[in-house]
Nanobody, 125 residues
């Protein structure tokens, strides 16, 4: 069984920064893609960023240049560094793992088998 535990959310003012973490346990993710999604109330789950375990990355246009996804293979951990946060970044953020091989980038939720419980990010104006 695979578990993903994401953390690091909180309340921050516009222009501030947060770093989210996602720790994977139960299985190696060396051949999979890890991603971050977010979901605001009343909206569909939205792709944010993804990374392969070889270090390839991909970002949505809405966060490109502000967010950075990175991974630590030895710790089975993926990070999302979020800078220059905006009120529209407010959402519940989920890390996810594909658990299978897909053509990169993997940007739709259905391509991800494993999900964290979510961590709330609130950006005040």
């Amino acid at each position: 069984q695979v578990q993903l535990v994401d953390s690091g959310g909180g309340l921050v003012q516009a222009g501030g920064s947060l770093r989210l973490s996602c720790v994977a346990s139960g299985r190696t993710f060396s051949s999979y893609v890890m991603g971050w999604f977010r979901q605001a109330p009343g909206k569909e789950r939205e792709f944010v960023a993804a990374i392969t375990w070889s270090g390839r990355t991909y970002y949505s246009d809405s966060v490109k240049g502000r967010f950075t996804i990175s991974g630590d293979n030895a710790k089975n951990t993926v990070y999302l560094q979020m800078n220059s946060l905006k009120p529209e970044d407010t959402a519940n953020y989920y890390c996810a793992g594909t658990g299978a091989t897909w053509t990169f980038p993997t940007i739709i939720p259905e391509q991800y088998r494993y999900w964290g419980q979510g961590t709330q990010v609130t950006v005040s104006s």
